[in-house]
T-cell receptor, first 115, second 115 residues
Framework: DQQVKQNSPSLSVQEGRISILNCDYT??????FLWYKKYPAEGPTFLIS?????DKNEDGRFTVFLNKSAKHLSLHIVPSQPGDSAVYFC??????????????FGKGTLLTVNP | GAVVSQHPSRVICKSGTSVKIECRSL??????MFWYRQFPKQSLMLMAT?????????EQGVEKDKFLINHASLTLSTLTVTSAHPEDSSFYIC???????????FGQGTRLTVV
Protein backbone atom coordinates (compact mmCIF):
# COMPACT_ATOMS: atom_id res chain seq x y z
CA ASP A 1 0.00 0.00 0.00
CA GLN A 2 1.58 3.21 -1.14
CA GLN A 3 1.25 5.89 1.48
CA VAL A 4 2.68 8.67 -0.68
CA LYS A 5 1.43 8.90 -4.24
CA GLN A 6 2.61 10.95 -7.15
CA ASN A 7 0.09 10.07 -9.80
CA SER A 8 1.78 11.88 -12.68
CA PRO A 9 4.90 10.05 -13.77
CA SER A 10 5.89 12.94 -16.02
CA LEU A 11 5.18 16.60 -16.70
CA SER A 12 6.34 18.83 -19.52
CA VAL A 13 6.22 22.65 -19.39
CA GLN A 14 7.60 25.57 -21.34
CA GLU A 15 10.41 27.66 -19.95
CA GLY A 16 9.08 30.62 -18.02
CA ARG A 17 5.77 28.98 -17.22
CA ILE A 18 4.66 27.50 -13.92
CA SER A 19 5.32 23.85 -13.07
CA ILE A 20 2.91 22.25 -10.64
CA LEU A 21 3.81 18.88 -9.18
CA ASN A 22 1.24 17.08 -7.09
CA CYS A 23 1.43 14.60 -4.26
CA ASP A 24 -1.21 12.81 -2.20
CA TYR A 25 -0.78 10.90 1.02
CA THR A 26 -2.92 8.50 2.99
CA UNK A 27 -1.29 8.30 6.41
CA UNK A 28 -2.84 10.89 8.72
CA UNK A 29 0.16 10.56 11.05
CA UNK A 30 2.40 12.33 8.55
CA UNK A 31 3.18 15.80 9.82
CA UNK A 32 6.21 16.84 7.81
CA PHE A 33 6.56 16.89 4.06
CA LEU A 34 9.54 17.39 1.79
CA TRP A 35 10.33 17.72 -1.87
CA TYR A 36 13.55 16.39 -3.34
CA LYS A 37 15.03 16.83 -6.79
CA LYS A 38 17.01 14.04 -8.36
CA TYR A 39 19.17 13.86 -11.46
CA PRO A 40 19.97 10.49 -13.04
CA ALA A 41 22.64 8.47 -11.20
CA GLU A 42 22.75 10.98 -8.34
CA GLY A 43 21.27 11.09 -4.88
CA PRO A 44 18.24 13.29 -4.14
CA THR A 45 18.80 16.92 -3.24
CA PHE A 46 16.57 18.56 -0.68
CA LEU A 47 14.47 21.38 -2.12
CA ILE A 48 11.85 22.56 0.32
CA SER A 49 9.77 21.28 3.20
CA UNK A 50 6.60 22.12 5.07
CA UNK A 51 5.29 21.27 8.48
CA UNK A 52 1.65 20.33 8.96
CA UNK A 53 1.10 23.47 11.04
CA UNK A 54 1.53 25.52 7.89
CA ASP A 55 -0.28 25.54 4.58
CA LYS A 56 2.35 27.29 2.51
CA ASN A 57 6.10 27.64 2.44
CA GLU A 58 8.01 29.65 -0.10
CA ASP A 59 11.68 29.67 -1.04
CA GLY A 60 12.60 31.67 -4.10
CA ARG A 61 11.00 30.12 -7.17
CA PHE A 62 9.70 27.16 -5.16
CA THR A 63 6.49 27.16 -3.17
CA VAL A 64 4.92 24.18 -1.46
CA PHE A 65 1.24 24.16 -0.59
CA LEU A 66 -0.32 21.76 1.89
CA ASN A 67 -4.01 20.92 2.11
CA LYS A 68 -4.33 18.73 5.17
CA SER A 69 -8.03 18.04 4.81
CA ALA A 70 -7.46 16.71 1.31
CA LYS A 71 -4.14 15.08 2.25
CA HIS A 72 -2.62 16.78 -0.73
CA LEU A 73 0.45 18.86 -1.33
CA SER A 74 1.87 20.51 -4.38
CA LEU A 75 5.14 22.05 -5.45
CA HIS A 76 4.99 25.14 -7.64
CA ILE A 77 8.03 26.25 -9.60
CA VAL A 78 7.78 29.64 -11.22
CA PRO A 79 9.26 30.61 -13.54
CA SER A 80 10.38 27.18 -14.70
CA GLN A 81 13.88 26.89 -16.13
CA PRO A 82 15.46 24.16 -18.28
CA GLY A 83 17.83 23.38 -15.39
CA ASP A 84 14.80 22.38 -13.33
CA SER A 85 14.38 19.30 -15.52
CA ALA A 86 14.76 16.34 -13.15
CA VAL A 87 12.75 13.81 -11.20
CA TYR A 88 10.95 15.33 -8.23
CA PHE A 89 10.16 13.17 -5.24
CA CYS A 90 7.60 13.96 -2.62
CA UNK A 91 8.37 12.55 0.83
CA UNK A 92 6.54 12.48 4.13
CA UNK A 93 7.36 11.63 7.70
CA UNK A 94 5.69 11.38 11.08
CA UNK A 95 8.05 13.45 13.23
CA UNK A 96 5.89 13.11 16.28
CA UNK A 97 6.39 9.35 16.09
CA UNK A 98 9.86 9.34 17.59
CA UNK A 99 13.40 10.43 16.93
CA UNK A 100 14.05 7.95 14.15
CA UNK A 101 11.44 9.43 11.89
CA UNK A 102 11.57 7.81 8.50
CA UNK A 103 10.87 9.30 5.13
CA UNK A 104 8.30 7.65 2.90
CA PHE A 105 8.77 8.56 -0.74
CA GLY A 106 6.46 8.76 -3.71
CA LYS A 107 7.50 7.28 -7.06
CA GLY A 108 8.55 10.63 -8.44
CA THR A 109 7.52 12.86 -11.31
CA LEU A 110 9.84 13.54 -14.20
CA LEU A 111 9.71 17.24 -15.01
CA THR A 112 10.92 18.40 -18.40
CA VAL A 113 11.21 22.13 -18.98
CA ASN A 114 11.46 22.92 -22.66
CA PRO A 115 13.40 25.99 -23.82
CA GLY B 1 23.59 21.94 2.62
CA ALA B 2 25.70 19.34 4.35
CA VAL B 3 27.81 16.92 2.33
CA VAL B 4 27.34 13.17 2.31
CA SER B 5 29.77 11.18 0.24
CA GLN B 6 29.01 7.68 -0.98
CA HIS B 7 31.58 5.35 -2.49
CA PRO B 8 31.84 3.73 -4.95
CA SER B 9 29.47 5.37 -7.40
CA ARG B 10 29.42 2.26 -9.58
CA VAL B 11 30.41 -1.31 -8.97
CA ILE B 12 30.14 -4.47 -10.99
CA CYS B 13 30.65 -7.74 -9.20
CA LYS B 14 30.32 -11.43 -9.89
CA SER B 15 27.43 -13.40 -8.52
CA GLY B 16 28.27 -14.90 -5.13
CA THR B 17 30.74 -12.22 -4.10
CA SER B 18 30.23 -9.49 -1.50
CA VAL B 19 30.28 -5.76 -2.08
CA LYS B 20 30.80 -2.99 0.48
CA ILE B 21 29.38 0.50 0.01
CA GLU B 22 30.56 3.37 2.19
CA CYS B 23 28.61 6.42 3.26
CA ARG B 24 30.43 9.30 4.93
CA SER B 25 29.20 12.57 6.37
CA LEU B 26 31.97 15.04 5.55
CA UNK B 27 31.10 18.13 7.55
CA UNK B 28 28.83 16.94 10.32
CA UNK B 29 28.42 14.05 12.70
CA UNK B 30 25.66 11.75 11.59
CA UNK B 31 23.87 10.23 14.53
CA UNK B 32 21.50 8.47 12.18
CA MET B 33 22.04 7.06 8.71
CA PHE B 34 19.48 5.56 6.38
CA TRP B 35 19.99 3.13 3.51
CA TYR B 36 17.64 3.11 0.54
CA ARG B 37 17.29 1.08 -2.59
CA GLN B 38 15.75 2.34 -5.80
CA PHE B 39 14.54 0.22 -8.69
CA PRO B 40 14.07 1.85 -12.11
CA LYS B 41 11.11 4.22 -12.18
CA GLN B 42 10.27 3.38 -8.59
CA SER B 43 10.46 5.33 -5.38
CA LEU B 44 13.27 5.11 -2.88
CA MET B 45 12.56 2.19 -0.58
CA LEU B 46 13.98 2.42 2.92
CA MET B 47 16.00 -0.68 3.75
CA ALA B 48 17.29 0.12 7.21
CA THR B 49 17.99 2.82 9.76
CA UNK B 50 21.17 2.84 11.78
CA UNK B 51 22.20 4.86 14.80
CA UNK B 52 25.86 5.20 15.61
CA UNK B 53 27.01 2.44 17.90
CA UNK B 54 23.76 0.48 17.68
CA UNK B 55 22.45 -2.35 15.56
CA UNK B 56 20.57 -1.30 12.48
CA UNK B 57 16.78 -1.48 12.35
CA UNK B 58 15.68 -3.21 9.17
CA GLU B 59 12.45 -2.66 7.32
CA GLN B 60 10.08 -5.54 6.83
CA GLY B 61 11.18 -7.84 4.05
CA VAL B 62 14.84 -6.77 4.10
CA GLU B 63 17.21 -9.62 4.98
CA LYS B 64 19.61 -8.40 7.62
CA ASP B 65 22.02 -11.28 7.02
CA LYS B 66 22.24 -10.33 3.38
CA PHE B 67 22.48 -6.58 3.78
CA LEU B 68 24.95 -6.00 6.60
CA ILE B 69 24.99 -2.48 7.97
CA ASN B 70 27.68 -1.10 10.22
CA HIS B 71 27.62 2.39 11.73
CA ALA B 72 30.75 2.29 13.84
CA SER B 73 31.49 6.00 13.87
CA LEU B 74 29.61 9.27 13.66
CA THR B 75 30.86 9.89 10.14
CA LEU B 76 30.81 6.47 8.51
CA SER B 77 28.26 3.79 7.77
CA THR B 78 28.77 0.82 5.49
CA LEU B 79 26.36 -1.45 3.66
CA THR B 80 27.70 -4.84 2.64
CA VAL B 81 25.70 -6.87 0.14
CA THR B 82 26.73 -10.44 0.88
CA SER B 83 26.64 -13.26 -1.65
CA ALA B 84 25.25 -10.90 -4.26
CA HIS B 85 22.89 -12.17 -6.93
CA PRO B 86 21.70 -10.49 -10.14
CA GLU B 87 18.41 -9.55 -8.47
CA ASP B 88 20.42 -7.42 -6.02
CA SER B 89 21.39 -5.16 -8.90
CA SER B 90 19.97 -1.77 -8.04
CA PHE B 91 20.74 1.81 -7.08
CA TYR B 92 21.62 2.07 -3.40
CA ILE B 93 21.51 5.45 -1.67
CA CYS B 94 22.41 6.48 1.84
CA UNK B 95 21.30 9.52 3.77
CA UNK B 96 22.65 10.97 6.99
CA UNK B 97 21.17 13.18 9.66
CA UNK B 98 22.86 15.01 12.51
CA UNK B 99 19.97 15.39 14.90
CA UNK B 100 16.44 14.07 14.97
CA UNK B 101 15.00 17.45 14.03
CA UNK B 102 17.38 18.25 11.18
CA UNK B 103 17.17 17.40 7.52
CA UNK B 104 18.70 14.25 6.15
CA UNK B 105 21.15 14.71 3.29
CA PHE B 106 21.71 12.12 0.62
CA GLY B 107 24.81 10.60 -0.87
CA GLN B 108 25.32 10.36 -4.61
CA GLY B 109 24.16 6.76 -4.75
CA THR B 110 25.85 3.54 -5.86
CA ARG B 111 24.85 1.64 -8.97
CA LEU B 112 25.42 -2.04 -8.23
CA THR B 113 25.40 -4.52 -11.10
CA VAL B 114 25.76 -8.20 -10.31
CA VAL B 115 26.72 -10.36 -13.27
Amino acid sequence: DQQVKQNSPSLSVQEGRISILNCDYTNSMFDYFLWYKKYPAEGPTFLISISSIKDKNEDGRFTVFLNKSAKHLSLHIVPSQPGDSAVYFCAASARSGGSNYKLTFGKGTLLTVNP
Amino acid sequence: GAVVSQHPSRVICKSGTSVKIECRSLDFQATTMFWYRQFPKQSLMLMATSNEGSKATYEQGVEKDKFLINHASLTLSTLTVTSAHPEDSSFYICSAREFSNTEAFFGQGTRLTVV
